[in-house]
């Protein structure tokens, strides 16, 4: 049984990614339409640098909304680049026009995620494989079997006739993603993009289609991305691997580096997630909260603090966090306490506004001092009170003013990348 | 019927099993013939245990969950015997089994966002499912019990007006579990519970799910077909294949020293951090209208003898503790002369994989 994937022989760069963003601007109201006010955007992919050699399989992980799939598809110009370029070979892929993207779809293929819907119900088999050859100008259908019957082979659907006429609902989740795998290297293309390959079909299918893919890496000399948010098999199928959160590469370099010394927070709390089917290992008890943010307003400084464990005072602390610690506090306290703070509180929706300043309280602030002190001393390790300059009375309540944050952008720190506070830049 | 229901909350458990299932099967009719689903299954649940139930698609795991909850479809049958704290569920009435669901039997079900009414504050999922149960509680008493089990839910009590959609992925499935649990249950199914989540919100949901039986005592059947979770927070595991459990016990035991084949071959197939070669189980699971003779996991078994392709595996006690149906565990003196020569296997093709 063949483990890890052979390191790259040759090193040359097939895709290089250089300060991709991809936005997606929300619907407004027809008047903010009309004059152009700001509706606000997505993020989805927000300033991305990743270099692609070939033969290598560079794995893109990170939870549902860290943008791994929007990069994926802008690779093969599924979706517009806002900034930035995406180099194939040297040709940009984010100013292409679609014929120009038609052709480089012989050298980039896709795999998507559910079987189901990436075929066509209407389709057999042989017409779904050739009709990427049909638009690809394939005009005879005697050459293109040929093709299809190759292709369905190397994926090991045999024997071939059993399979040509069969429609997608024939077929069993297993087999249906083999179809689909023979459709992605029936142009003989040099990269795929894997979104989530494996992530619909069942346990005992899985690693069966993860080998399949090692042996077309090997008979083809293919070059992969695989996105996933499974870090186990990305640690098994991978290369190097980058870990997205919200838009942006946190954390980057060798799958045996990643592994042995995670460096980001969000990396260690996503390698201590991962049920573990030994029951010698305890559930940690030292679990992320919340969950990803909405990319349409993303936390202020590093997008990872109001999670981090391990935050401090410049990752930037602001209104919204102070919303959640009072939120958390009030899961814990019987109900006549809760309605009693609240009201001394007040209305906290004016929180939702990110600032690096916030104010709650207007009747009475000497009470809410009160309950934050009181917050602060049942949990004094929360990272959230590092990032708390003062805490003052004013005319309007008690005034929470927070320390100026700070953006990390990705940084050298022992042979991986890491955007982080917690490792200072290398000059 | 008598159906006066002992009282959970008057701190005396009864000594014996929550649920005690025995001989359960549940048919789909179709016009092949009958899908055998679930074709004979016994398994016990002690009070606040939680036992895990995990198998591949098609197995009939989560078809066993419905029918222990009278939720099966028209054109299904069940039969066999459900004592739940001594009554069988199985012969109740339509009536008395819609008054048992949600106040003694509760479900916890996979997709959060199609189970919540996108119309319908919080509140009103609260006071609509407590209603139908207490009528008289006036509407301040079902606030303050829809808090306090969002509260330990992790929920802020500031979100009980929201709307559904106002709430991310994981605190949606908090939703459904409060709701599920806030009649206090004593026995609660939960069907694949956190496979629409992410990693970190999976692990969020499957601690919270471990502190149900500290915070609730309640008896969980979780349903899954991810082992790892099995091993976080289960005390006991039943593994089932193609409508039968083929092994139960112990969470530890049974992953540590799997008996059936197939328990050992999951746990193999199962990709984690310490997976260094990639192994899988070969074909398929059968047709549930005509299984194989004998074991039903022989034509894919890479130990299966002679005996396994004709005569049923026995039910015996389990080494160590727990059931184990497989001919490999004996009992030896039922095994033909001959029966245990290797059997001869067709060569399997991809044609027939899953």
Partial sequence: ?427 | MDIELIDEQAGAQPPGPVISARDVRVWYGTTRGAIRAVDGVSFDIAPGETLGLVGESGCGKSTLGRGLMGLLPEGAKRDGEVLFNGRDIFALSRKESYQLRGSELGMIFQEPLTRLNPLMRISQHFEETIKQHEPRLSKDDIRARALEVLRLMGIPPTRYKSYPHEFSGGMRQRLMIALGLVLRPAFVVADEPTTALDVLVEAQIVQILNDLRRNFQTSLLLITHNVGIVAEACDRVAVMYAGRIVEQGDVVDVFTNPQHPYTRELLRSTISLRTTGLNFIPGAPPDLVEPPDGCRFHPRCPDAMEVCATRNPVNIERPGGGRVECWLAGPEDLIPPGGKQSLKQEELAVADEA
């Fill in chain 1, 1 to 427: 049984m063949p483990t890890k994937p052979e390191a790259p022989t040759d090193a040359s760069t097939l895709i290089d990614v250089r300060d991709l963003s991809v936005h997606f601007a929300l619907q407004g109201g027809s008047l903010s339409r009309l004059f152009g006010g700001d509706t606000g955007t997505v993020k989805a992919v927000d300033g991305i640098n990743l270099e692609l050699r070939r033969g290598e399989v560079v794995g893109l992980v990170g939870e549902s909304g860290s943008g791994k799939s929007t990069l994926g598809r802008a690779l093969l110009g599924l979706v517009p680049a806002t900034e930035g370029s995406i180099l194939l070979k040297g040709d940009d892929v984010a100013v292409m026009g679609r014929r120009q993207l038609r052709e480089i779809r012989r050298t980039v293929q896709m795999v998507f995620q559910d079987p189901n819907a990436a075929l066509n119900p209407a389709m057999t088999v042989e017409q779904a494989v050739g009709d990427a050859l049909r638009v690809q100008g394939m005009k005879s259908a005697a050459q293109r079997r040929v093709k299809v019957i190759e292709a369905l082979e190397r994926v090991g659907l045999s024997p071939v006739e059993l399979f040509l006429t069969k429609y997608p609902r024939d077929l069993s989740g297993g087999q249906k993603q083999r179809v689909v795998m023979a459709r992605a290297i029936v142009l003989e293309p040099e990269v795929l993009v894997a979104d989530e390959p494996v992530s619909m079909l069942d346990m005992s299918v899985r690693a069966k289609i993860l080998q399949l893919m090692l042996d077309l890496k090997q008979d083809l000399g293919l070059t992969y991305i695989y996105i996933t948010h499974d870090l186990a098999s990305a640690k098994f199928f991978c290369d190097r691997i980058a870990i997205m959160y919200l838009g942006r590469i946190v954390e980057i370099g060798s799958t045996e580096e990643i592994f042995a010394n995670p460096r980001h927070p969000y990396t260690k709390a996503l390698l201590r997630a991962i049920p573990e089917p030994d029951p010698d290992r305890a559930l940690p008890r030292d679990l992320l909260r919340g969950e990803i943010p909405d990319a349409a307003s993303p936390p202020l400084g590093c997008s990872f603090h109001p999670r981090c464990p391990e935050a401090i005072a410049s990752c930037g602390w602001e209104s919204r966090d102070l919303k959640t610690v009072l939120e958390e506090h009030w899961t814990r306290q019987p109900a006549e306490v809760y309605a009693e703070e609240v009201a001394a509180v007040g209305d906290l929706s004016h929180l939702e506004q990110p600032s690096a300043m916030a104010t709650v309280g207007g009747q009475g602030a000497p009470r809410v001092l009160e309950i934050l002190d009181q917050i602060r001393s049942e949990r004094p390790n929360e990272p959230f009170w590092q990032g708390v300059q003062s805490i003052e009375a004013d005319a309007a309540g008690a005034r929470v003013t927070f320390h100026p944050g700070q953006d990390p952008a990705l940084r050298a720190a022992g042979g991986v990348e890491v955007a982080c506070v917690l490792y200072p830049e290398e000059s």
